[in-house]
């Protein structure tokens, strides 16, 4: 169906895989087109989870296609970064959780696409940078914004403003994946985390994440409301009525998003 994605479907877990292996799965505008197509038809009711990962081992997203922007001028280069500021907006806005399985360099539009995504799983080959300012442009999908809220004013200005990469090990250090593997077991890990999501009620976890992601630029008490309506909400569902039924009785129940 796709020429530049790989779409795998494991039960209600859904995988991704960017596959532009002479680029290094370097994002251009047709790729990112065909990402914008199927997360606009991503049937969230059916998939609790989507694993978005790169083809190979040597790269996630080695950045956005220099190729191709090397010859646009100032309102292609605005043009061009919406597209991808909007795709990844699709993504980290997706109903069901996102986790990145990070398998080497997540340079640039890489490591944007990365943050974009809920939960990020490296590899231990893993780099990570923001090498834009050396090209004369800056981050333009968003980096500039996910970075700070993810790693801090500080440490954003740092990585952004030198563009130097970082290493697996200092990627978890400072807070910007949550988990570092050996690339064997890269897949089987995030396979994992998304399994245990998929167990759960797949309402709560879609309202969970609605939560976290409004809430972080509200006011402390707007964000407690809100928490508090949705709670009360998931209320309503025949998931809450079963799972606790059975809990309460001892038993098990398979939630079915109801």
């Known amino acids: 169906m796709y020429e530049h994605l790989k779409i795998e479907e494991r039960?209600?877990?859904?995988?991704?895989?960017?596959?532009?292996?002479?680029?290094?799965?370097?994002?251009?505008?047709?790729?990112?087109?065909?990402?914008?197509d199927y997360l606009t038809h991503f049937d969230c009711n059916r998939f609790r989870c989507l694993i978005v990962t790169g083809d190979g081992e040597k790269s996630f997203v080695a950045g956005a296609d220099i190729s191709e922007m090397?010859?646009?001028?100032?309102?292609?280069?605005?043009a061009f970064g919406a597209r991808g500021a909007n795709v990844f907006r699709k993504l980290e806005t997706l109903h069901v959780p996102v986790i990145a399985a990070v398998n080497g360099f997540a340079l640039g539009g890489g490591c944007e696409l990365a943050m974009a995504c809920d939960i990020r799983i490296c590899s231990d080959n893993a780099r990570f940078g923001q090498p834009e300012v050396g090209l004369g442009i800056i981050p333009g999908f968003s980096g500039t914004?996910?970075?700070?809220?993810?790693?801090?004013?500080?440490?954003?200005?740092?990585?952004?403003?030198?563009?130097?990469?970082?290493?697996?090990d200092e990627a978890l250090r400072i807070g910007?994946?949550?988990?570092?593997?050996?690339q064997a077991e890269l897949m089987d890990k995030a396979m994992e985390i998304a399994t245990q999501i998929a167990a759960n009620a797949p309402l709560a976890v879609k309202a969970a994440k609605l939560c976290i992601n409004d809430e972080y630029d509200m006011a402390a008490d707007d964000a407690i409301q809100n928490e508090s309506v949705i709670f009360g909400r998931c209320f309503a569902t025949d998931d809450q009525k079963q799972g606790m039924k059975a809990f309460l009785e001892k038993g098990k129940y398979e939630f079915q998003g109801k």
């Open 11 to 36: 039960g209600t877990i859904a995988i991704m895989t960017i596959s532009a292996p002479k680029s290094l799965n370097a994002l251009n505008s047709a790729i990112l087109k065909e990402m914008d």
């Open 70 to 78: 090397a010859s646009l001028g100032m309102l292609e280069g605005q």
């Open 145 to 168: 914004v996910r970075l700070a809220r993810l790693v801090g004013m500080g440490m954003a200005k740092q990585l952004i403003y030198t563009g130097k990469p970082i290493k697996a």
């Open 176 to 182: 910007l994946v949550n988990a570092v593997v050996p």
